[in-house]
């Protein structure tokens, strides 16, 4: 499995930026694309993940109500809108594929992981 992640970049606060992953090949016909961030010193937390092809969706509560997961089936691509941005989102962030087929907050439960996508918010 691959993943390639794009879309990153700056914004000032109360901005938005919208993030995609694509998904190519052995992905499964079910299987959840979670999105996770990272900043230098601190672990890699969970942000959003959906379940393919069902939809089902999980966010962390920190950005529950600004940011929206979704997912375009016939495309292998999972978006991640974010609004209301502000400065304690700025990180790398990760797309990751895991076959398991609920939305697991725990990286260890992703086994594929796309590169990094820088998003930086200033206040």
């Known amino acids: 499995v691959q993943l390639q992640a794009s879309g990153g970049g700056s914004v000032q606060a109360g901005g938005s930026l919208g993030l995609s992953c694509v998904a190519s090949?052995?992905?499964?016909?079910?299987?959840?694309v979670g999105w996770f961030r990272q900043v230098p010193g601190k672990e890699r937390e969970f942000v959003a993940g959906?379940?393919?092809?069902?939809?089902?969706?999980h966010y962390a509560d920190s950005v529950k109500g600004r940011f929206a997961i979704s997912r375009d089936n016939a495309k292998n691509t999972v978006a991640l809108q974010m609004n209301s941005l502000n400065p304690e989102d700025t990180a790398v962030y990760f797309c990751a594929h895991s076959s398991i087929h609920i939305v697991a907050v725990h990286k260890e439960r992703y086994r594929y992981w796309g590169q990094g996508t820088l998003v930086t918010v200033s206040s």
């Open positions: 090949g052995r992905t499964g016909s079910r299987y959840v």
């Open positions: 959906i379940v393919i092809p069902a939809g089902s969706t």
